[in-house]
């Protein structure tokens, strides 16, 4: 099985929503998990920032994965978005199956 999932994170759960409703269009991941908001503190240039933002998941395919996130990067608002995929070790094989049926 070649399913992956990208982590990525958004200024807010309307910017997640909309972006994930259109690479699921697109058929360039086949489900979008947006979690909840969190705290960020990170290091933006030179000095100590934070932000609430929404960290979501998205399940999409090794093939796939590159053309995703070159996608979120384009439509993310975020000059530097955090964008990454993640390899999933094991996972239930109907699953994997419904994936990338998904995304044929």
């Not at 609430?52 to 993310?76: I, N, S």
Request: one cysteine or more; glycine letters at 4%; hydrophobic letters at 50%.
């Amino acid at each position: 099985m070649s399913v992956v999932t990208v982590y990525a994170v958004f200024p807010d759960v309307a910017e997640a929503m909309r972006i994930g409703r259109t690479v699921v269009e697109e058929r360039l991941a086949a489900c979008i998990n947006v979690l909840g908001p969190c705290t960020s503190i990170f290091l933006w240039d030179g000095a100590v920032a934070q932000s609430d933002e929404a960290p979501a998941l998205l399940k999409t395919t090794l093939a796939r994965a590159d053309a995703l996130v070159q996608r979120l990067a384009e439509l993310h608002s975020y000059e530097v978005p955090a964008i990454v995929v993640w390899p999933i070790e094991r996972l239930d094989n109907g699953y994997a199956e419904w994936v990338e049926n998904e995304l044929r």
